[in-house]
């Protein structure tokens, strides 16, 4: 893929002769159009004919045995075409498989599309009515009668640890996976050190919650025997796989289609219940089946995460170096292991390290089942809570230490010239890991310039008209790029106008913009001529889709061979039809061209017309397809640093300013990098303060509404500050670059933490869990008063 036409412009070389380079440029999103004009096309947008619609009926009780069903008087109303439940799905294996983070034992606690004899957590698919539509579906649950015996609800790590009640009597625990990781020799740098500190830190439960919430539409053409699907969305070839064995169907026989999406952030577009229970309908009934869930179902049965504990200990000299680390990590993982429930635990244990230098570090981990909604992804699994963990503890040992803060991690922060640094075998299903390219003290000292950080410092924990303030600063290192492997397609439709096909997902990050420039650059065209087609099964014969920070690293590297395989194609024809030599063929303005003689050969709408004659080789030419292939992360590394005035009568927290640095190694559009990060920070800030799902000691969820889940607003968040650095590309990709998008989340509750802390030194408040809300905030207060 990487020889061919060698007279063909580079990107530099244009840029020189003052045609466009769109890489590095902050075009506006071209999608932005369709949007702003009330164009998109979402999931509850595609209507079909005769399309009935499905309703979900939901356990109320968080653990019970399910002793009877009836669903005859709902069978009989207005309108009720079937209603679905576990006896008429028993013959199919409807487990849903792990797709992500297989640790082990994990196999023992999948979950089926429709609860069988027992439902552990409310919110549990029990059944599904069909009618004529939503409205007659949701009265007909009503009369369906499913009788309970209620059992003992486990709703905490430490219930879960006890084994008091089981949630699979089989298995014999709620522990779903026990395993430890280490690097170095722990217990020697323990013994060999001069302080040492141990604390418990607890990072509570919430999610991402899109503006959209998770429909889909299924269709079965019966002549065809073909399924189609709309709504799908992140993994759809992955998804594609799991449903087809479920079906008795070949995954050729499936289409999944993604249209538009309002938001995802990690929860959107996994392997659910319902992505079986859709598509089982619509086959039974031969009618195309819609499901769209309201905003309660939407909190209550899409993925949670975040949950997790950590007992984390360090060992450092009395000057600040750290000799070891050590953790104990307990990871809630709800009612059962979900496609990628084992991530947060797994990235968690991989980066409580960080970005600094700690050889000898060890962990020990456990997942834990509970009666609450499973968990899954959300934007920066595991790092926003790795990053309070360490970040926090750092702090308290700076001021035991009586060293600056700053200083600390400047002390012990990964030196550029020991990159690539071995991270080791963190991750017990991913070979050993090694952090690529940057300069991780540069990064955190550009970050306190920007921030103003040394006129700032003499305001920590002071009082100023009525408030506290503080500071604080958190580092971190963020892996991205996740492989095997990504698609790309390239046809050429005539001399303005070329079709990108792409195996990743987009949920609005922006992917028809960036990778529309990519492909702009290597064809030295504009990228308004390229419309990007992406996520469907029917585009590529390949796909891994979106997560993972990998749409660019991976998706626009595949773009930008693909883009090369191309050029050699059309240099390949060009060169047996005009007895040339292909190193001569040239592509510019919609045709192609003999560089050395400067004779237009043939245009590309000549071209497209030859190959609809029939000319076969001229159609070979007019389309390219491959993948690009990478086992290795890349990690974008950097620091937050936020300042804050806490009202110590009320709790109220400000946040008054907070600065986001990342270095990316290469930002194709900074313009969305600069709008990811900003919204990043954004979510951050409102999940560190706001964000919570509660649950009560017989596990009802005590948040499943707007009224009592808090979103912040624009009043709530202070001023943001995004900084991207292109300083240090990675050395894996053809881009060069990393992941963006996490690394403006990742490091929010670290550093909010850090900085509320240091606003109440005075009072001896130190935070050790989030979130830190107006409760638990002003809990905190009284009980330092009252010590």
């Known amino acids: 893929m990487n020889g061919g036409m060698h007279t063909m412009a580079s990107r530099q070389e244009r840029a020189t002769n003052g045609q466009a380079a769109f890489v590095g440029q902050p075009l506006t999103r071209t999608e932005d159009e369709r949007f702003l004009r009330g164009k998109g096309v979402y999931v509850d947008d595609v209507k079909r004919p005769g399309m009935v619609h499905a309703v979900v009926i939901r356990s109320p009780m968080a653990h019970a045995r399910i002793t009877g069903i009836d669903a005859s008087a709902a069978l009989e109303a207005p309108g009720v075409l079937a209603v679905y439940t576990f006896k008429d799905i028993a013959d199919r294996s409807t487990a849903i498989p792990i797709r992500l983070a297989p640790l082990p034992g994990f196999e023992r606690y999948l979950q089926s599309a429709l609860a069988n004899d027992r439902v552990r957590y409310v919110g549990e698919p029990v059944a599904v009515v069909v009618a004529e539509n939503r409205y007659l579906a949701e009265d007909a649950c009503e009369l369906v009668v499913i009788d309970y015996d209620p059992l003992e609800p486990v709703t905490s790590v430490e219930g879960a640890m006890a084994d008091e009640s089981l949630l699979f009597e089989e298995n014999g625990t709620n522990v779903a996976s026990h395993y430890e990781v280490s690097r170095g020799d722990v217990d020697r740098a323990f013994s060999e050190a001069e302080y040492t500190r141990k604390e418990r830190f607890r990072c509570h439960r919430h999610s991402a919650v899109p503006l959209e919430t998770r429909g889909l539409v299924a269709e079965w053409n019966a002549s065809s025997q073909r399924l189609s699907i709309w709504g799908a969305t992140k993994v759809t070839f992955f998804n594609r796989r799991a449903l087809a064995p479920m079906l008795g169907l070949d995954v050729g026989q499936i289409d999944m289609i993604e249209v538009d999406v309002g938001g995802s952030f990690g929860v959107r577009g996994e392997f659910y219940p319902e992505d079986f229970l859709v598509p089982f309908a619509a086959m039974k009934l031969g009618r195309p089946v819609k499901w769209i869930e309201d905003r309660r179902e939407n909190l209550m049965a899409t993925n949670h995460s975040r949950e997790m504990e950590c007992e984390l200990e360090i060992a450092t000299r009395r000057d600040g170096t750290i000799l070891g680390m050590r953790a104990r990590l307990w990871s809630d993982l709800g009612a059962y292991v979900r496609t990628n429930?084992?991530?947060?635990?797994?990235?968690?244990?991989?980066?409580?390290?960080?970005?600094?230098?700690?050889?000898?570090?060890?962990?020990?981990?456990?997942?834990?089942?509970?009666?609450?909604?499973?968990?899954?992804?959300?934007?920066?699994?595991?790092?926003?809570?790795?990053?309070?963990?360490?970040?926090?503890?750092?702090?308290?040992?700076?001021?035991?230490?009586?060293?600056?803060?700053?200083?600390?991690?400047?002390?012990?922060?990964?030196?550029?010239?020991?990159?690539?640094?071995?991270?080791?075998?963190?991750?017990?299903?991913?070979?050993?890991?090694?952090?690529?390219?940057?300069?991780?003290?540069?990064?955190?000292?550009?970050?306190?310039?920007?921030?103003?950080?040394?006129?700032?410092?003499?305001?920590?924990?002071?009082?100023?008209?009525?408030?506290?303030?503080?500071?604080?600063?958190?580092?971190?290192?963020?892996?991205?790029?996740?492989?095997?492997?990504?698609?790309?397609?390239?046809?050429?439709?005539?001399?303005?106008?070329?079709?990108?096909?792409?195996?990743?997902?987009?949920?609005?990050?922006?992917?028809?913009?960036?990778?529309?420039?990519?492909?702009?650059?290597?064809?030295?065209?504009?990228?308004?001529?390229?419309?990007?087609?992406?996520?469907?099964?029917?585009?590529?014969?390949?796909?891994?889709?979106?997560?993972?920070?990998?749409?660019?690293?991976?998706?626009?590297?595949?773009?930008?061979?693909?883009?090369?395989?191309?050029?050699?194609?059309?240099?390949?024809?060009?060169?047996?039809?005009?007895?040339?030599?292909?190193?001569?063929?040239?592509?510019?303005?919609?045709?192609?061209?003999?560089?050395?003689?400067?004779?237009?050969?043939?245009?590309?709408?000549?071209?497209?017309?030859?190959?609809?004659?029939?000319?076969?080789?001229?159609?070979?030419?007019?389309?390219?397809?491959?993948?690009?292939?990478?086992?290795?992360?890349?990690?974008?590394?950097?620091?937050?640093?936020?300042?804050?005035?806490?009202?110590?009568?009320?709790?109220?927290?400000?946040?008054?300013?907070?600065?986001?640095?990342?270095?990316?190694?290469?930002?194709?559009?900074?313009?969305?990098?600069?709008?990811?990060?900003?919204?990043?920070?954004?979510?951050?800030?409102?999940?560190?303060?706001?964000d919570q799902f509660v649950y009560d000691e017989t596990g009802q969820l005590l948040t499943g509404s707007f009224a009592d889940y808090l979103l912040p607003t624009s009043t709530e968040i202070g001023d943001i500050q995004a900084i991207t650095l292109q300083d240090h590309p990675s050395k894996l990709n053809p881009l060069g670059a990393k992941g963006a998008g996490e690394g403006g989340i990742v490091a929010t509750g670290a550093a909010l933490a850090n900085a509320v802390s240091d606003a109440l030194r005075g009072l001896n408040v130190q935070i050790t869990e989030l979130p830190m809300s107006l409760n638990n905030l002003s809990r905190w207060i009284r009980q330092a008063r009252n010590q």
């Open 341 to 690: 429930g084992g991530v947060p635990l797994a990235k968690a244990a991989q980066l409580l390290p960080g970005p600094y230098r700690i050889s000898d570090f060890h962990c020990e981990s456990f997942a834990l089942v509970t009666n609450k909604t499973p968990v899954g992804t959300y934007r920066g699994p595991g790092r926003y809570e790795a990053n309070f963990f360490r970040e926090r503890l750092f702090d308290m040992v700076a001021a035991d230490l009586g060293i600056e803060p700053e200083v600390f991690r400047m002390k012990n922060l990964i030196r550029p010239e020991e990159l690539p640094y071995e991270v080791g075998k963190l991750v017990t299903y991913v070979p050993t890991t090694q952090y690529d390219t940057g300069n991780y003290p540069d990064a955190l000292k550009q970050a306190l310039e920007a921030f103003g950080y040394e006129e700032l410092k003499a305001c920590r924990g002071r009082l100023i008209d009525g408030k506290l303030h503080g500071i604080g600063m958190a580092c971190f290192v963020e892996s991205s790029g996740g492989g095997p492997a990504e698609s790309a397609r390239i046809v050429v439709r005539g001399s303005n106008s070329f079709a990108l096909y792409t195996g990743v997902s987009s949920s609005g990050q922006g992917h028809e913009t960036v990778l529309a420039q990519i492909l702009a650059d290597e064809l030295g065209i504009d990228p308004r001529c390229v419309e990007v087609f992406h996520g469907s099964t029917n585009h590529v014969e390949q796909g891994y889709g979106t997560f993972h920070s990998r749409a660019i690293v991976m998706g626009g590297s595949a773009v930008k061979c693909v883009a090369q395989k191309l050029l050699d194609g059309m240099a390949d024809y060009a060169a047996a039809r005009f007895g040339i030599s292909r190193d001569a063929v040239s592509l510019r303005d919609g045709a192609l061209w003999d560089a050395g003689t400067g004779t237009r050969l043939i245009g590309l709408d000549d071209l497209v017309r030859r190959a609809r004659e029939g000319d076969a080789s001229a159609a070979q030419a007019l389309e390219a397809a491959g993948a690009f292939t990478n086992d290795k992360l890349t990690f974008s590394y950097g620091a937050h640093v936020t300042h804050v005035a806490v009202d110590p009568e009320t709790a109220q927290v400000e946040v008054i300013r907070h600065v986001a640095l990342e270095d990316i190694g290469r930002a194709i559009n900074p313009l969305m990098v600069n709008g990811q990060t900003i919204g990043a920070a954004a979510q951050g800030i409102g999940a560190t303060f706001l």
